[in-house]
């Protein structure tokens, strides 16, 4: 419970930093798409009894190079590119499970959540990432406003705004696939998403919106681990619960016209 | 004056510009911008107003010729922030990001600032002193969203001219801009040129405009059709080259050159 807490605190932190860059951007979708594409890579760890955080790490980057080198190729209309992948991986997945019968209810445990299962090695690996994927947002977060803000104007002052958008979708994989031992496939998109689309209602500036979206989520984190620990519920679904409930209060008090 | 000796902020020199395998947008353009200058773009639509604009901010690359920025070719060209910006976007943009126009207007420094430093003191007087400028400090903690087409244009101004630039490029500035602010929105900018000796270039498809705000005027239809001052040049005969039956000018007397 521990580990999973730490681990899930962790998350917590990051999922809502860079859901932010991706809702302002548009591009919501690209959390679960990479959220599949990890899962495709826990099938490839699991069957090749690699531990399946790592390949889940190294598939999603992947992924997030070929997802950008596509849109900027143009050659595919818009987010299109991410339904290619998100099914693409998808069926990846199904494959190697029907072809190596056996871990299934291990693989069940990816998809929703779980935290029962979260290893030392993984509280490690979760730590050491997390921590870089916060670093790298704080050094670069002006740099990432801006290009997020007006990526044409970012690219008139001399940002390098392909290298920008690059990092952030990196950021994005390796912060799905640390997420999705705790929150699951089916639901880091929402953490990552809801908290930030709730502190958005504040109708506050850029970094204040960031601080709630990062305390929001961090209640749902905590409410929903503790909630899945006495009552033994999936804790993605729960944290994801508390999230929703939060965006609903938000609402009530939204600023926006 | 010193200017004659001085090097023009801006030279273009035989400069063209296609999309891969289309016809030029641009050809052969040579022409320079004197500091100071005032200098109105106009053209119609598609004539490659927006594009030259893009080729001298370097957002494009030239086929053909060679620009100059203050004296440097514009491939070497680091001191981005020597030049402001203000895009034709800015007035409908898009109203549910969640920045603050101080935030926005902040952003202006960051050519200034570089690579993963820090905002400083010196960046925050900035800021302040552009807001003053254009009045939108009483604004500093609304959303952008939230603001008039008029207001959101000031405090792009604003963040253009944060970095202390030496040419402000605006494209379509008061398109969305309603009448009454459009009058103080020009007398700003004359006074902008006047008082603080900024070079400024604006585009606009508003001949009217264009030649009672500018003090040379540019007229573009894929070749550059003329150059000088708006009393000299703008005429029925011009109006009709640039927007009238013969929307793409031909150079007669270049017509035989390629079959001989």
Redesign the interface.
């Known amino acids: 419970m521990l580990r999973a807490f730490e681990a899930g605190i962790a998350i917590g932190i990051i999922a809502p930093l860079i859901g932010m860059f991706l809702v302002?951007r548009r591009y919501s979708l690209m959390a679960d798409t990479l959220a599949h594409v990890s899962f495709a890579g826990v099938a490839v760890g699991l069957f090749l009894q690699i531990n399946p955080i790592i390949s889940a790490i190294i598939l999603s980057v992947l992924a997030a190079f070929g997802i950008e080198s596509l849109q900027n190729g143009r050659k595919i209309f818009g987010e299109s590119v991410l339904a290619l992948f998100l099914s693409g991986s998808l069926a990846v997945a199904v494959v190697i499970i029907s072809l190596a019968k056996g871990f299934n209810a291990n693989l069940f445990s990816y998809l929703f959540g779980s935290i029962s299962t979260v290893s030392t090695s993984d509280l490690w690996v979760t730590l050491v990432l997390a921590i870089t994927v916060f670093l790298a947002i704080v050094?670069?977060f002006?740099?990432l406003?801006?290009t997020s803000?007006?990526a044409?104007?970012?690219?008139?002052?001399?940002?390098p705004v392909k290298v920008l958008n690059i990092a952030i979708v990196v950021l994005a994989a390796v912060s799905v696939a640390l997420s999705i031992r705790i929150v699951g496939v089916l639901l880091i998109g929402a953490l990552m998403v809801i908290p930030v689309i709730s502190a958005?209602q504040l109708?506050?500036?850029?970094?204040t919106?960031m601080i709630f979206a990062v305390a929001f989520s961090l209640c749902s984190v905590i409410i929903g681990l503790f909630a899945s620990y006495y009552f033994n519920l999936a804790s993605g679904g729960a944290i994801v619960l508390v999230a929703l409930c939060i965006f609903l209060i938000s609402l009530v008090f939204s600023k926006?016209? | 004056m010193t200017e004659k000796t001085e090097k023009p902020d801006i030279k273009l020199d035989n400069v063209s510009f296609s999309y891969q395998s289309e016809s030029p947008v641009l050809e052969n353009l040579t022409f320079s911008v004197n500091k100071g200058d005032y200098l109105g773009i106009i053209g119609p639509n598609g004539g490659g107003k927006t594009t030259l604009i893009k080729i001298i901010?370097?957002?494009l690359r030239p086929t053909n010729g060679t620009i100059e920025l203050f004296g440097k070719d514009s491939y070497d060209f680091?001191e981005?922030?020597r030049?402001g910006?203000v895009?034709q976007r800015v007035t409908q943009?898009d109203k549910?990001?969640?920045?603050?126009v101080?935030?926005?207007v902040r952003?202006?420094r960051?050519?200034k600032?570089g690579?993963?430093n820090?905002?400083t003191k010196d960046d925050i007087e900035a800021v302040e002193k552009a807001m003053d400028l254009t009045g939108v400090a009483r604004y500093r903690?609304t959303?952008v969203g939230?603001l008039s087409g008029g207001e959101r244009q000031r405090v792009f101004i604003a963040r253009a001219l944060t970095s202390n630039p030496e040419v402000l490029i605006l494209d379509e500035p008061t398109v969305g801009v309603d009448i009454g602010a459009q009058k103080t929105f020009y007398e700003f900018l004359n006074s902008l040129n006047r008082d603080h000796h900024l070079t400024i270039i604006f585009i606009s498809h508003d001949v009217e405009t264009i030649s009672r705000e500018a003090k040379t005027v540019l007229c573009l239809n894929h070749e550059l059709v003329c150059h000088g001052f708006p009393g000299d040049i703008v005429n029925e005969h011009l109006l009709e080259h640039l927007y009238g039956d013969h929307l793409r000018s031909e150079p007669i007397n270049h017509q035989h050159h390629h079959h001989a």
């Open positions: 302002v050094l670069l002006k740099e406003f801006f803000f007006d044409e104007l970012a690219q008139a002052n001399g940002l958005m109708g506050k500036g850029f970094r919106t926006r016209s | 901010l370097g957002l680091k981005k922030y030049i910006y895009p943009a549910s990001f969640p920045a603050t101080f935030e926005v952003s202006g960051i050519a600032r690579f993963l820090r905002f903690n959303l939230n």
